[in-house]
């Protein structure tokens, strides 16, 4: 049984996405990642399970792979 | 001829001449052990106490010099107390609890790696290498003198080893040259670089990481504190980390990471050495030099820990990166772990079969050692930007929000191994009992009325500990004779630790201290079936 919900569940979507694309204007590419990595730490933290966290980490592995 | 490969500290065993080099047909031994490191003379002394003749060969005729283990953990003490010289190590060590970690100069955070009451042994004490063997194998001389058949001999160095159907055939070279002996069991506990693995041609695989560390012990009168303290990217040391620790004697411990691609002369060079050590401690401070070295790491482990009569513990086993203390610390686990099980099948008083059970759990023990050391590698030294780009990230963050501060790794310093899963646990009958002394964990200290709990147990044998249930003196279980610890306990330490929401629980607790089964009154039957699970039986 999957954990991980892949089905949408966004409060606000576009507010959100908005919102993430706000946080990258002006930013370096440098600074993008830096970005980037703190906001996967603090979500992560915040979903904390580990079941969870695995899923998700495949789950983006996953969508990485092209053919 | 046995050429020195290292200095010695101390000269303890001299090599002298015995009667086996000039027997016609070689003579046969119980236990061979080859190495007298930390790891073999703790199971020579772990074997002597037991009355299990055992004879160490070590290439040297002493400890050697130069310190590389200094953090003893308190499950290495505990094992020391029922080895009886845990005192003594105490006594020499410094003593410490606490951690700090640093960024630049400020601090980040801060651990206590005992943040609670009664337990007789601190969390580590601080020990140079060469003084915890001394006491090792000063300990096996007062035993020597009780009469325990424990022989050590000084430059005897093993250059050939055959397997046969019922004993180990054992070529050893000495000043007076080679000489034969047989071995029922050979345990080698011969290092990382391990002759016996490599004479059998077996393999040690693993990672080794990109990065180079200095230590650099040094001897200076400062008031700094007792606290292991672990930089990053401190303003005398730019993008690498770096540790200061106490030692006894007035010597400390300093360590700097130097990077992957350095000119190694360079490095080591005593002014150079001296010029970073005055920018970390200040300039006003004397001190000099007592040892310097500059190491890379591996994490590596052999698969297999038993080969039929031949057994690996320590560092011939597996190796890990220095910075959880899980080397010497892991290893004196194994000791713990096998001493018994080879006393006990030596007796016949188990199957061989229980032989296979060290390689069970003591290759579990590595495993989470290596899991840990490695993780901490991966955080000190990232092998790409990525690996960068989160570090970073994680040290940033710690600035800013607590959440991030577990994931800052400087260190996963040794713990005990929990053999969960171990195929001598017995099920866990206790309902509601505490997590930390369910089966295969090792049994948790706590404060009784005359003293400490792991000074009762420690008899090196298996036993019973009842909580509030009264227990015979002595449980005879056909040949075996368990004795017997009666306890009671009202909402105390012995209580939270041992019963939980139980009234009243009875422990099978195995040589080593670690609990085999428990339930929550005596049942005889189910304890002689543990005991048959604990012993290799089925
Ligand atoms: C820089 C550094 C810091 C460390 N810090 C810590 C720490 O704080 N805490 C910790 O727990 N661990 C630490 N370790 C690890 C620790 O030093 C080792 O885990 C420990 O020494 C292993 O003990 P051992 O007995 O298995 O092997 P060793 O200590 O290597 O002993 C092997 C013995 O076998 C002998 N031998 C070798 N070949 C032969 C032969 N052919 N015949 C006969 N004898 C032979 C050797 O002479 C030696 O006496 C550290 C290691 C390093 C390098």
């Known amino acids: 049984m999957s954990k991980l919900n892949l089905s949408p569940n966004l409060e606000d979507t576009d507010g959100f996405y908005e919102g993430l694309l706000n946080a990258h204007n002006g930013l370096k590419d440098a600074d993008i990642h830096a970005l980037n990595a703190r906001l996967i730490l603090i979500l992560a933290n915040h979903i904390g399970e580990q079941d969870i966290l695995e899923e998700a980490l495949s789950a983006a592995s996953a969508a990485l792979k092209r053919d | 001829?046995?050429?020195?490969?290292?200095?010695?500290?101390?000269?303890?065993?001299?090599?002298?001449?015995?009667?086996?080099?000039?027997?016609?047909?070689?003579?046969?031994?119980?236990?061979?052990?080859?190495?007298?490191?930390?790891?073999?003379?703790?199971?020579?002394?772990?074997?002597?106490?037991?009355?299990?003749?055992?004879?160490?060969?070590?290439?040297?005729?002493?400890?050697?010099?130069?310190?590389?283990?200094?953090?003893?953990?308190?499950?290495?003490?505990?094992?020391?107390?029922?080895?009886?010289?845990?005192?003594?190590?105490?006594?020499?060590?410094?003593?410490?609890?606490?951690?700090?970690?640093?960024?630049?100069?400020?601090?980040?955070?801060?651990?206590?790696?005992?943040?609670?009451?009664?337990?007789?042994?601190?969390?580590?004490?601080?020990?140079?290498?060469?003084?915890?063997?001394?006491?090792?194998?000063?300990?096996?001389?007062?035993?020597?003198?009780?009469?325990?058949?424990?022989?050590?001999?000084?430059?005897?160095?093993?250059?050939?080893?055959?397997?046969?159907?019922?004993?180990?055939?054992?070529?050893?070279?000495?000043?007076?040259?080679?000489?034969?002996?047989?071995?029922?069991?050979?345990?080698?506990?011969?290092?990382?670089?391990?002759?016996?693995?490599?004479?059998?041609?077996?393999?040690?695989?693993?990672?080794?990481?990109?990065?180079?560390?200095?230590?650099?012990?040094?001897?200076?009168?400062?008031?700094?504190?007792?606290?292991?303290?672990?930089?990053?990217?401190?303003?005398?040391?730019?993008?690498?980390?770096?540790?200061?620790?106490?030692?006894?004697?007035?010597?400390?411990?300093?360590?700097?990471?130097?990077?992957?691609?350095?000119?190694?002369?360079?490095?080591?060079?005593?002014?150079?050495?001296?010029?970073?050590?005055?920018?970390?401690?200040?300039?006003?401070?004397?001190?000099?030099?007592?040892?310097?070295?500059?190491?890379?790491?591996?994490?590596?482990?052999?698969?297999?820990?038993?080969?039929?009569?031949?057994?690996?513990?320590?560092?011939?086993?597996?190796?890990?990166?220095?910075?959880?203390a899980r080397g010497c610390n892991g290893g004196m686990q194994d000791i713990d772990n096998l001493a018994w099980k080879l006393a006990m099948v030596i007796n016949g008083q188990a199957d061989d079969s229980l032989l296979d059970s060290y390689h069970e759990e003591r290759k579990y023990g590595a495993d989470e050692n290596i899991r840990n050391s490695s993780r901490t590698a991966d955080f000190l030294t990232p092998r790409n930007p990525a690996h960068v780009l989160f570090r970073d990230a994680v040290l940033d963050l710690v600035e800013h929000y607590e959440f991030a501060l577990p994931l800052v790794n400087s260190g996963r310093l040794s713990t005990p191994c929990t053999y969960d899963g171990s195929s001598l646990n017995s099920m866990d009958a206790l309902p509601n009992g505490p997590m930390r002394s369910r089966p295969g964990s090792p049994m948790p200290d706590a404060p009784i009325e005359d003293g400490y709990l792991l000074d009762y147990v420690a008899t090196g044998r298996f036993s019973v500990l009842g909580i509030n249930c009264d227990l015979p003196e002595h449980i005879q279980l056909k040949s075996y004779t368990l004795p017997c610890l009666s306890l009671r306990s009202e909402r105390d330490v012995l209580a939270e630790r041992y019963l939980g929401e139980a009234q009243s629980a009875v422990f099978l607790i195995r040589p080593d201290q670690h609990i085999a089964g428990r339930w929550p009154e005596l049942n005889t039957l189910a304890l002689e079936h543990a005991f048959e699970t604990a012993t290799g039986g089925s």
């Open chain 2, 1 to 324: 001829m046995v050429q020195a490969r290292y200095q010695t500290a101390f000269r303890l065993y001299p090599y002298a001449k015995v009667a086996d080099q000039a027997a016609s047909t070689p003579r046969r031994h119980p236990v061979v052990i080859i190495g007298g490191g930390p790891v073999g003379m703790g199971l020579a002394l772990d074997l002597g106490k037991k009355g299990i003749p055992c004879l160490v060969l070590d290439d040297h005729d002493g400890v050697g010099m130069g310190s590389r283990a200094i953090c003893f953990a308190k499950r290495t003490l505990e094992i020391c107390d029922r080895l009886g010289c845990g005192e003594q190590m105490v006594q020499k060590g410094v003593v410490w609890n606490l951690g700090r970690v640093y960024r630049g100069e400020r601090e980040v955070y801060h651990f206590n790696l005992l943040p609670e009451e009664g337990h007789k042994r601190p969390a580590f004490i601080n020990l140079q290498q060469p003084y915890f063997e001394q006491c090792l194998v000063e300990e096996i001389r007062a035993e020597q003198a009780k009469g325990a058949p424990v022989e050590i001999r000084g430059k005897n160095r093993l250059i050939g080893l055959e397997q046969k159907d019922d004993h180990v055939l054992i070529q050893v070279d000495t000043p007076d040259g080679p000489y034969e002996i047989e071995a029922e069991y050979l345990v080698a506990c011969d290092g990382a670089s391990s002759p016996t693995r490599d004479l059998m041609g077996l393999g040690f695989d693993g990672r080794t990481f990109e990065d180079n560390f200095l230590i650099a012990d040094i001897k200076m009168k400062a008031d700094f504190p007792t606290e292991r303290r672990f930089w990053f990217d401190p303003p005398f040391n730019r993008g690498k980390t770096a540790l200061m620790h106490k030692q006894p004697d007035r010597v400390w411990r300093l360590d700097f990471q130097l990077g992957w691609d350095i000119d190694r002369a360079a490095e080591i060079d005593p002014d150079k050495i001296k010029s970073r050590v005055a920018a970390m401690i200040g300039k006003d401070i004397d001190f000099e030099l007592v040892w310097t070295s500059i190491y890379t790491f591996r994490c590596a482990s052999m698969e297999q820990y038993r080969h039929d009569r031949v057994f690996f513990a320590g560092d011939s086993a597996h190796q890990v990166s220095p910075f959880g």
